[in-house]
């Protein structure tokens, strides 16, 4: 598993949510082709993955792949697997690209066929939700996903009051179990850039 010093190098090599993100993002309306994740609360959410011998991982919501690529380089997952409706390509105008050795599923991931792709799957250790972000959407995806077996199910968007994102927020709120938070409220370059946070969700058992 990686060093804290490790992923803090990773990091250093990569674009995260930055200013220059989120100008772009309002120029445009769309997200740009990097990390949608702030680096502060990503180098965390890592390290979270390294503490707890996370070798599986599911991603729900890809966008451009930066995410699912830039975790697989930093602990080279035994098994890697998304789920996508490839807004990126046909909203955002970006290519996605994730490592060969993914396990894909192109679509909805309300979808019977998700569901069954799901079943065939079989245990992940770590299923990070971060798709559409309306509360119905994150709901769905969360409940579905908790029929399947699985260590941990993890939220992207999960705090601040940026409209865009509250969904994922109020379906954290609600959750019972064990739940851990990830979110450093003063590591925002700008304050027009939204509060973000990660959210790690396991049954109270």
């Known amino acids: 598993m990686p060093t804290q010093e490790q992923i803090q190098q990773a990091l250093a090599t990569v674009q995260c949510w930055d200013d220059a993100a989120q100008i772009s993002y309002e120029a445009q309306g769309v997200p740009p082709a990097c990390l949608l994740q702030n680096p502060h609360e990503l180098a965390d959410f890592c390290a979270w993955i390294a503490a707890h011998g996370i070798r599986s991982f599911l991603e729900i919501g890809i966008w451009s792949g930066h995410l699912t690529c830039f975790l697989d380089q930093l602990f080279d ?3 890697l697997a998304i789920c996508d409706a490839r807004m990126a390509e046909t909203v955002g105008r970006h290519s996605i690209v994730v490592p060969a050795k993914t396990e894909c599923f192109w679509g909805s991931s309300h979808s019977i066929e998700y569901m069954a792709w799901r079943q065939e799957l079989g245990p992940v250790d770590l299923v990070l939700i971060d798709a559409e972000h ?14 399947y077996p699985q260590r941990y199910i993890a939220f992207h968007d999960i705090a601040g009051e940026n409209p865009a994102t509250a969904g994922s927020r109020r379906v954290w709120q609600e959750l019972s179990g064990k739940k851990t938070e990830i979110i450093h409220p003063v590591a925002y370059p700008h304050p027009r ?3 973000m946070g990660f959210g ?5 058992v």
């Open 134 to 147: 309306t509360y119905e959407a994150v709901k769905q995806d969360f409940l579905i996903n908790q029929r």
């Open 77 to 79: 997952f035994e098994r």
């Open 200 to 204: 790690i969700w396991s049954p109270d």
């Open 193 to 195: 850039i939204p509060m």
